[in-house]
């Protein structure tokens, strides 16, 4: 399958979902606290890798009175971001742009919290944490949730699968040296728990293959997403002790 069909299939996939990754309200609101940001003033933030808005608006209706802009590459994720964000009654604090995260568009010094759910493996933990530090003004904070090892020594299975899919897989002690190394300090760390990735994220897509498989009758293709799809969620639910997304929360220096 060549990369348009596969992101183009994805993309329908997940268009529909409350979240395109693991993730809940609560563990943005507690990654939240952990910035220890003034949350009444007048924050400049970005949401990198937003899909559909999920942390978006959670940041939106705990800091009040930030501007935020919800960056992502596919517009029709941006699009159901700007009805929902209407539907609560934040969108003219929104600013949507479909941008790719490796070629930001902000100003350098020009944030004040620079937020990435599950997104920032698309270029790379080191890769992303060089290419948006310089968007942080001094003091600024990145938060950003990867996915790390919970143990050294996994499983042959697993190993393998996280090393083909993403080789800059490592322990949060691993993650922590990469972001001290980029110029960042350490404010806060926690794990995402299972109901993050069973109940907010594999359920809810496993519910929409029936309808998505519908839509592409015929296309091999679309049998192969949903097996692969599949495949990752049984691989996390036999080995969700070893592996989950960290929540790094993190000063520019």
């Not at 350098?108 to 937020?115: F, R």
């Amino acid at each position: 399958m060549d990369e348009q069909t596969l992101i183009r299939l994805l993309v329908d996939l997940h268009r529909d979902g409350a979240r395109q990754g693991p993730g809940s309200a609560d563990e943005t609101r507690r990654a939240l606290d952990l910035a220890r940001l003034d949350r009444g003033a007048r924050l400049r933030v970005a949401d990198i890798g937003c899909g559909t808005g999920a942390s978006t608006l959670v940041l939106a209706d705990r800091l009040p009175r930030a501007r935020i802009t919800a960056v992502d590459r596919f517009p029709g994720f941006l699009e159901i971001l700007a009805e929902r964000a209407h539907a609560a009654g934040v969108a003219r604090r929104i600013e949507t742009r479909a941008e790719s995260m490796e070629s930001l568009s902000f100003a350098a010094g020009s944030l004040d919290l620079a937020w990435s759910e599950g997104a920032i493996y698309n270029i790379g933990f080191a890769r992303g944490l060089e290419a948006w530090r310089p968007f942080l003004r001094p003091g600024g904070v990145l938060a950003v949730s990867e996915i790390t090892w919970l143990r050294p020594g996994p499983p042959a299975e697993i190993r393998r699968h996280w090393e083909g899919e993403y080789p800059e897989i490592a322990t949060a002690a691993e993650k922590v040296a990469i972001l001290e190394r980029a110029g960042f300090d350490l404010l806060g760390y926690f794990v995402l728990p299972p109901s993050s990735w069973i109940d907010n994220y594999y359920r809810p897509a496993e519910k929409r293959m029936p309808a998505f498989l519908e839509r592409h009758a015929g296309r091999p293709e679309a049998v192969e997403i949903v097996e692969m799809e599949r495949r990752e969620a049984e691989l996390y639910r036999r080995y969700q002790d070893w592996f989950s997304y960290g929540f790094y929360v993190a000063r520019r220096r």
